[in-house]
Every structure is written in C-alpha cells, then in structure tokens.
C-alpha cells in the first residue's frame, strides 16, 4: 500500500505544492487531472505549484483514444455504464423511500423503546439498500471484465504500460478533483491504483474520493432533486475505513446534530471525513487506525479526533 495524504479542497486554499514539498520526494509528480475532462491538459497553475515539477498522465485523453481506437470495447464499455446507470436510479428511487421512513420516524412522538428499535431497523434497512446496490454494481464491473479484459486489449494494454513508465520514475502520484464519475472510470481503466504502489498519493476533492473504499455522492443543499448522501461505486481502496466529504461545510448541514448523526450511523464503522479547506490528513500505508481529523462522531457532532 502507498502513504496517501488527503487534502481538502484546491480552489481557493491551495496546499499541494507546500504537503508535496514536505514528502521530500525525488522525481517528477505524476498528475491524474481527467475529472476535469476537456479541461485536463490546463495544469499550468497546478503545475507551477508543484514546482514544474508534474507530469499530466492525461488519463482523460488516452480514455478518449481507447474509445475511438477500439470501438468494440468502447460500445461494450457504454451498455455497463448503461446498466449502472440504471441500477444507480432504482437504488436512488428506493433510497428516497427508505430514508424518509427513517426521518419520519425520528420526528414522530412517541413510545421511546418503540421508536428507537423502528429507528433501528430503517437504519439497518438503509445499510442493506447501500451495501446491495454496491454488490449489484460490483456484478456489472466483474462481468464486464470477465467478458472484455481490458488487460487483453492492445489500446488499454499500450496506456497502461505508458503509464506505468512514467509512474515508475515519479516520486509521487497527484489526484485531482472534478467529475467523480469520470475519474473513477479513467482510474479503473488504467489500473492505477495497482500502478501507484510504492510511492506518496496526494488528493484532493473527488480525488479523495476516489482513493477510498467507497464513493458516496452528497450535498443537502441542492435545488433540484433529493439530495442527501448516496452510495455511488467503489473506489480504488488505497485509504479503508473512511468515507471522504471533500467540500463538507458548503454541501453538509454540518450544525444539524441528528443529521449528522445518522449520516455517521449509515456509513459506520467507517469513519465520516470532513476535508474543508486547509484540511491535511496523512495516512500511513493507506491504514486508517487513528490519523488526527476532523470527523462527523456518531453523535452528530463535527469535531477534530486526537491521533
């Protein structure tokens, strides 16, 4: 496993030149930037901040020319994202009604024994909704794969030792934000996490994300749809045992304590990681064990917890 550093948010309070610098790390930085899509190859500010130092893996662009290079691949890789998309909108569709089984319950009056085990098993149904859709998306990725071994083909098999090349001269891998979705697709792909081995992983914002165990979408604060928090796909599971929250304070109603409160519930035993701006949570060996971080407590509370 890698040393993963998980920083909060790049657009406002950049860190990343001054945590990379502190690594002390020989080499070039490898940067993986393909959640910002078309924008990818525009790095000359990150660039500045890791000294000159990056080198864009342009994992977006080499994803553009598997599509366009090996079309069968392509269209097969289209109808997975099809079905996942269509399990993501059942889930989503169930989740609504199981969520607000729970809230309602929370709200109403009455006997508290009563109450508390109905609380309990809506939580618990929740926690089975989230751990299925997780497995029945995880049936897709293996068939997919079982099917059409990206290793197997020549277009894939180029970017990934290309890629390999360059990590293997990189002291140390940079992950940035953007689209969630599309950066986990170009991470899996390339087999990067496997590739990253053996050298410091920085993150920030859906790259955070992207590093743990499990994506999970959020944000109370959205003017259209249901918002809350939902369970998106697997990550690369370089960091276990935590859910990250990048951005938190502007998309989390971080002052509702029983809000909270279930959302740590939902998601424990892993620990709810608010990465705000300045944030810097290093991680040993991708082992969570008890790194100094500010988490959502299972009581709702939002508080730094000691190393």
């Given at each position: 496993?890698?040393?993963?550093?998980?920083?909060?948010?790049q657009r406002f309070a950049p860190t990343v030149g001054a945590v990379v610098r502190s690594l002390e790390v020989d080499g070039p930085i490898a940067t993986v930037l393909a959640g910002w899509q078309e924008r990818e190859p525009d790095d000359a500010e990150l660039d500045g901040m890791l000294d000159g130092r990056s080198v864009n893996l342009a994992l977006h662009a080499r994803w553009l020319d598997v599509a366009e290079r090996d079309p069968e691949f392509a269209a097969a890789d289209h109808r997975r994202r099809d079905a996942l998309d269509e399990l993501q909108a059942v889930y989503l569709l169930r989740l609504r009604h199981a969520m607000a089984a729970v809230v309602e319950l929370q709200r109403r009056d009455g006997d508290p024994a009563v109450s508390s085990a109905a609380i309990d098993d809506a939580v618990a149904a929740v926690r089975a909704l989230d751990a299925r859709h997780l497995r029945l998306s995880a049936e897709v990725h293996d068939a997919f794969h079982a099917a059409w071994p990206p290793h197997e083909r020549p277009v894939v098999a180029g970017h990934r030792s290309a890629i390999a090349g360059v990590l293997n001269g990189a002291g140390a891998l940079a992950i940035g934000g953007g689209h969630v979705g599309v950066l986990l697709a170009c991470l899996h792909?390339?087999?990067?996490g496997a590739l990253s081995t053996g050298r410091p992983v920085v993150a920030w914002s859906a790259g955070a994300m992207a590093v743990t165990e499990t994506v999970v979408l959020f944000h109370d604060r959205v003017v259209h749809g249901s918002g809350g928090a939902e369970v998106f796909d697997a990550g690369l599971g370089l960091v276990r045992?935590?859910?990250a929250l990048p951005h938190a304070r502007r998309r989390l109603r971080l002052g509702d304590q029983r809000h909270m409160a279930l959302l740590a519930?939902?998601?424990?035993?892993?620990?709810?990681?608010?990465?705000?701006?300045g944030a810097r949570v290093d991680v040993p060996e991708g082992a969570w064990g008890t790194p100094a971080a500010t988490v959502v407590r299972g009581d709702g509370v939002v508080a730094a917890r000691a190393a």
């Open positions: 496993m890698s040393r993963v550093v998980l920083l909060g948010p792909l390339f087999n990067v045992g935590v859910v519930r939902r998601f424990g035993p892993a620990d709810c990681l608010v990465l705000d701006d």
